[in-house]
């Protein structure tokens, strides 16, 4: 990759054409994609579906925001499902406490305890990985565990359900309301990522971010705390859990020891799908995005296909997200 | 230490009986010591298990004064049969076990069964299952949980139009998929669909959304379990769809339990594989040494379809399943 420093700025640079096509080729890939639902469904190119599927993907599109930071940064965190399962289940014991009488302030209440709680998960992970010094790979492979594991507690293996009906339908818009139209995660979604883009791109600390993934050593020497730019990558990421979380509460009103699982893997594809390069200096915020819509979109289009057997559907999503990244790696190299 | 104590008076019972064997209860006081090895709490069905043990343990143990019954968790297959081993270490009588993977528990469960001690299987059975590994079989039927859901379906609605929601691909799944197309065989019904939904709320929530919109018109869901059924209820509220006439879930959850048992129209049955099967087990096998029953054997539960009038006999609001 050249010119990593370089902020990218969502205009075109002058000096590369690189840059240009690399950014671009995840939405070309998700062009194609579109093309080829519409072939195997008229009904998939409905405005209901597309809404239905990107809605959807809500979840896995902004966790994916949060390991774009710290996947930039030259992290990883493995974590991320199981801190979903957990903070869910804290805020929803926490709303079933009942702690404050007036139900709104405590909605309210809960979705920050989500933020405090997703931020000193992120802050955990980042702290055994700087101070503590463990690989990225192993320390949220152990947080991973840590967090599955008091949520399975928590639950005692099954289900933790939101108990006050009136809670519930108090919370339930957040999910499956709409502002002017546009489901309310949708809106979230581009909210949470215009605000990682402009920290990413416009701030001092967002080139610091690309400096210490590109090279650890120069940004050391250049006089950036490295230890804390990597830190605070993975309590963004915590943050952008607890978004996540907020939104995912009200769609099913319960966790269970099951919630979340493998979320990690598929935030990680939609990051490395959107261009962002797994070993750090690079971070590409909108192709995040749609990187989170084309591994929705994939599973969308096999269940309304009625070409492909429901035993081959993991087969054919597989070959679907490796012809995508040769699209993509064909297109930047011309 | 509870249990200590409570072990040393039963010793000191004993004693007290076999001096002076006029005393009549010894019967009752004959000590026997069951170990239950049964799967952690993962996920639901095994949390019913855990909670289901539990409880009947007491029970038990409060029945019989000279019995003693350990329950012990295990995560996966190799730490349970360590926990087989620490079980048989400590003089079992018998073993009651719900093996989270049959095949590579064989050789923990056959040295209980050579030691002389009496065996329960529960559930899962290895590929070979005998009198050479077990006394006592008891599961629940996967064939029928299929099959009664595929009777009631062509019964309440002959000609109704059914999307099908799969567990993962396991012999588990496929034998309630055959069970089920039996069933419905002979009537009207038609599957238009079959997905997986790997026993999972939110895939199987995603796969309802994607039914709703493939098919305009769709008369019933059958996803064979309880826990996919709360995901396919929150995607057709969602879509405000009205077409659907009900949904057959499956195990018996307390949720879903209770929404038979309070008449709700989406959820008008549902198919027991339950949980509280391990306690069959147990109970058999305290009679195997309490009552002089002849318990020896496959016990195999129907698949029970839970209506509204039968439902409260199923229904543990204390479960956490």
């Given at each position: 990759m050249t010119g990593v420093s370089t902020p990218e700025t969502g205009a075109t640079p002058k000096t590369s054409r690189d840059w240009d096509m690399a950014a671009v080729a995840p939405f070309i890939a998700l062009a194609l994609l579109l093309l080829l639902g519409y072939f195997a469904n008229p009904n998939f190119i409905s405005v209901a579906n597309l809404l239905n599927v990107i809605t959807r993907s809500a979840f896995i599109a902004i966790i994916a925001l949060g390991a774009t930071y710290v996947i930039s940064s030259g992290g990883l965190d493995l974590s991320v499902g199981a801190m979903v399962a957990f903070v869910a289940s804290l805020m929803i014991l926490f709303l079933n406490s009942g702690a404050i009488a007036d139900p709104t302030l405590l909605l309210a209440a809960s979705m920050l305890l989500a933020l405090a709680l997703g931020a000193a998960c992120g802050l955990a992970n980042g702290l055994i990985t700087t101070i503590g010094r463990i690989e990225p790979f192993i320390a949220t492979l152990g947080t991973m565990g840590i967090y599955r594991g008091l949520t399975t507690w928590l639950s005692q293996g099954g289900a933790i359900t939101l108990k006050d009906r009136g809670m519930q339908a108090l919370y339930r818009p957040v999910y499956f309301g709409n502002v002017a139209g546009v489901p309310i995660p949708i809106v979230i979604i581009f909210v949470t990522a215009a605000l990682a883009a402009f920290v990413l791109y416009r701030t001092r600390y967002g080139r610091h971010l690309i400096a210490v993934g590109s090279s650890e050593d120069v940004a050391r020497y250049s006089g950036i705390s490295v230890n804390r730019v990597r830190t605070v990558a993975y309590v963004v990421q915590g943050l952008c859990v607890a978004v996540a979380v907020i939104l995912y509460?009200?769609?099913?009103?319960s966790t269970s020891a099951t919630t979340g699982i493998l979320w990690e893997l598929q935030a990680i594809t939609a990051v490395v799908v959107g261009g962002t390069a797994l070993r750090g200096g690079v971070g590409r915020i909108w192709g995040t995005v749609c990187g989170a819509f084309i591994l929705e979109i994939v599973g969308n289009i096999m269940i309304l296909s009625n070409f492909v057997s429901e035993y081959l559907i993991g087969a054919i999503q597989g070959a679907i997200i490796i012809i995508a990244m040769l699209v993509q790696r064909s297109l930047m190299r011309r | 230490m509870k249990r200590r104590t409570f072990g040393l008076g039963a010793a000191g019972f004993v004693a007290a009986a076999v001096t002076s064997p006029s005393l009549g209860l010894a019967q009752d006081a004959k000590k026997v010591t069951i170990g239950v090895s049964i799967p952690a709490a993962d996920h639901g069905w095994t949390s019913g298990v855990v909670f289901h043990a539990e409880r009947v343990a007491k029970l038990l143990m409060a029945e019989h004064k000279g019995l003693n019954i350990i329950v012990k968790t295990s995560p996966d297959a190799a730490s349970q049969a360590n926990a087989v081993q620490d079980l048989a270490v400590q003089g079992l009588d018998a073993l009651v076990i719900l093996p989270s993977d049959p095949d590579p528990l064989v050789n923990a469960i056959q040295q209980v069964k050579d030691s002389g001690a009496f065996v329960a299987l529960v559930d899962r059975a290895p590929s070979v299952n005998d009198n050479t590994i077990r006394n006592l079989y008891v599961a629940g039927n996967n064939p029928a949980l299929g099959e009664v859901a595929g009777q009631y379906i062509a019964k309440t609605t002959p000609d109704a139009q059914v999307v099908v929601i799969r567990g993962l691909p396991i012999p588990i799944d496929q034998q309630r998929q055959d069970g089920f197309d039996k069933g419905i065989a002979g009537s009207k019904v038609k599957v238009l669909d079959r997905q997986y939904g790997n026993w999972n709320r939110d895939d199987a929530f995603r796969v309802m959304q994607d039914f709703l919109t493939k098919y305009p018109k769709i008369d019933v869901v059958w996803c064979q379990d309880d826990d996919m059924a709360v995901g396919v209820l929150e995607a057709i509220s969602q879509a405000k769809r009205t077409d659907i006439k009900y949904v057959v879930g499956g195990a018996g959850s307390k949720d879903m339990i209770k929404r038979v048992m309070d008449g709700d129209k989406m959820i008008p049955v549902d198919v027991l594989y339950p949980p509280a099967m391990v306690a069959t087990a147990m109970q058999l096998t305290a009679g195997n040494f309490y009552d002089q029953v002849p318990v020896s054997g496959n016990y195999i539960l129907d698949a029970t379809l839970v209506t509204k009038d039968n439902a409260k006999n199923f229904y543990f609001p204390d479960s956490p399943f």
């Open positions: 509460v009200p769609r099913l009103g | -």
